[in-house]
């Protein structure tokens, strides 16, 4: 890989990492007025609106055989994003954010039993100092661990399978194809799981109108697009660790927007996955 392919794909994972904390932020404020399901179906009605737009003749393209990691991919789009809103049902939008990004040391750890080799220095470098981070993280707001924070820690794992698939199977694929794809699968399953469990509510779409397709638009089709594009380049641990900058955007913003109260605790292990998000970037991890 040239170092110009590594540097764009450095921005669209910094890019993807800032809407995703933007969508947690705008969640957080109105999850007790909207229904999970709800607003999982509006964002990715949304995106999926957005896409079919801007990119219908790249869809038009679409294989046979483009289908089945797609719809992989698509499956666990939609339980890591449910868990994730789910989460904030219980938890504080910063706890939550950082508890998410657990998947910095799944990855690293998974890569390393699927491929039977030992990671990089800096990896392990990184993740102890995520580990540490994280630890300081769990108790920044004040409360102990919650159910909240393990719906957080699930959507971790299943965002983890997420990264692995793709790096797998699906960096030959053109990405507007396969961006398509998993929204036509979360849009589903999130109509599914709404009907079912929910129920349609109509007025909750009234309240949600503009927030949903901010995070249509800001927080699910331009970050989608922008992480698929750029993990054709990074490697799964590279993608993991510097997606830690979403958790330390989301802090910034429920402090200064949410107003959620921040122990010294939290700020130094929000520090320590810094550093180890500066190293991934420097170090080319």
């Not at 499956?75 to 504080?92: D, E, G, K, R």
């Not at 909240?148 to 199977?169: E, P, R």
């Not at 079912?196 to 909750?204: C, L």
């Given at each position: 890989?040239?170092?110009?392919?590594?540097?764009k794909s450095d921005v669209l994972l910094?890019?993807?990492?800032?809407?995703?904390?933007?969508?947690?932020?705008?969640?957080?404020?109105?999850?007790?007025?909207?229904?999970?399901?709800?607003?999982?179906?509006?964002?990715?009605?949304?995106?999926?609106?957005?896409?079919?737009?801007?990119?219908?003749?790249?869809?038009?393209?679409?294989?046979?055989?483009?289908?089945?990691?797609?719809?992989?991919?698509?499956?666990?789009?939609?339980?890591?994003?449910?868990?994730?809103?789910?989460?904030?049902?219980?938890?504080?939008?910063?706890?939550?954010?950082?508890?998410?990004?657990?998947?910095?040391?799944?990855?690293?750890?998974?890569?390393?039993?699927?491929?039977?080799?030992?990671?990089?220095?800096?990896?392990?470098?990184?993740?102890?100092?995520?580990?540490?981070?994280?630890?300081?993280?769990?108790?920044?707001?004040?409360?102990?661990?919650?159910?909240?924070?393990?719906?957080?820690?699930?959507?971790?794992?299943?965002?983890?399978?997420?990264?692995?698939?793709?790096?797998?199977?699906?960096?030959?694929?053109?990405?507007?194809?396969?961006?398509?794809?998993?929204?036509?699968?979360?849009?589903?399953?999130?109509?599914?799981?709404?009907?079912?469990?929910?129920?349609?509510?109509?007025?909750?779409?009234?309240?949600?109108?503009?927030?949903?397709?901010?995070?249509?638009?800001?927080?699910?089709?331009?970050?989608?697009?922008?992480?698929?594009?750029?993990?054709?380049?990074?490697?799964?641990?590279?993608?993991?660790?510097?997606?830690?900058?979403?958790?330390?955007?989301?802090?910034?913003?429920?402090?200064?927007?949410?107003?959620?109260?921040?122990?010294?605790?939290?700020?130094?292990?929000?520090?320590?996955?810094?550093?180890?998000?500066?190293?991934?970037?420097?170090?080319?991890?």
């Amino acid at each position: 890989m040239n170092i110009s392919e590594q540097k764009k794909s450095d921005v669209l994972l910094f890019i993807t990492a800032s809407g995703w904390a933007l969508s947690t932020i705008i969640i957080k404020m109105f999850v007790e007025s909207i229904p999970v399901f709800h607003i999982m179906f509006g964002r990715y009605l949304v995106a999926l609106v957005v896409i079919v737009l801007f990119k219908k003749n790249d869809i038009k393209k679409i294989k046979k055989e483009e289908l089945k990691p797609g719809v992989i991919l698509g499956v666990f789009t939609f339980l890591a994003f449910t868990l994730a809103i789910m989460s904030l049902y219980y938890t504080s939008a910063s706890k939550s954010g950082f508890l998410v990004a657990m998947s910095v040391l799944f990855v690293p750890i998974a890569t390393t039993l699927l491929n039977k080799r030992l990671p990089n220095r800096w990896v392990i470098f990184s993740v102890f100092l995520s580990l540490i981070g994280l630890y300081f993280i769990s108790g920044m707001n004040g409360g102990a661990f919650n159910f909240g924070d393990l719906l957080a820690l699930l959507c971790a794992v299943s965002y983890t399978v997420y990264i692995l698939i793709m790096d797998k199977h699906a960096k030959h694929i053109d990405e507007s194809i396969l961006v398509f794809i998993q929204f036509c699968v979360v849009t589903v399953l999130s109509f599914i799981g709404m009907i079912v469990f929910e129920g349609i509510d109509i007025s909750a779409f009234k309240i949600g109108l503009l927030p949903l397709i901010a995070i249509g638009i800001v927080g699910t089709a331009a970050t989608n697009f922008a992480q698929t594009k750029a993990q054709k380049h990074a490697s799964p641990e590279s993608v993991g660790l510097i997606l830690l900058g979403e958790p330390l955007f989301t802090l910034i913003m429920a402090a200064f927007i949410l107003k959620e109260s921040i122990l010294i605790g939290g700020l130094f292990g929000a520090g320590l996955i810094l550093v180890a998000l500066v190293i991934t970037v420097i170090k080319d991890i």
